[in-house]
């Protein structure tokens, strides 16, 4: 169990290193958006926030159309997405989410963001 949580913890601290390197690195008029890769997949990698909320961060590492989440919990799903969709399975049956217009978002079916 200890394990785990220092696990998650390690996890939680590289997702905020490196949201705080990519702010001091990035203008701040630059969104951070999804590009398309070579195989038509778009781009998820990185720190995302739960509703927007820097305070409670969450990680995607993605490996093609393949890619391991976890949420603000430290609670690690496995998935996979296409351009503009991803789909998580945390366990208890898969949710589906839609990359948003302006890309700065994923808004998933149960009505999270």
């Known amino acids: ?11 939680v ?22 590009r398309v890769l070579a195989q038509g997949v778009g781009n998820f990698d990185g720190p995302w926030y739960v ?3 820097l305070t409670m961060p969450a990680l995607i590492l993605q490996a093609g159309t ?3 989440l976890m949420n603000e919990q430290g609670r690690v799903a496995t998935g996979s997405l ?3 969709r991803i789909t998580a399975d ?24």
């Open 1 to 11: 169990m200890l394990i785990c949580w220092r696990t998650r913890l390690t996890l």
């Open 13 to 34: 601290a590289i997702a905020l290193l490196g949201s705080a390197a990519t702010h001091l690195s990035v203008p701040a008029y630059d969104v951070a958006q999804a």
């Open 51 to 53: 509703g927007g909320d």
């Open 66 to 68: 393949s890619m391991t």
């Open 82 to 84: 296409t351009i503009n």
């Open 90 to 113: 945390w366990g208890d049956g898969p949710i589906a989410g839609n990359l948003s217009g302006d890309q700065r978002q994923i808004d998933w079916a149960n009505g999270t963001f």
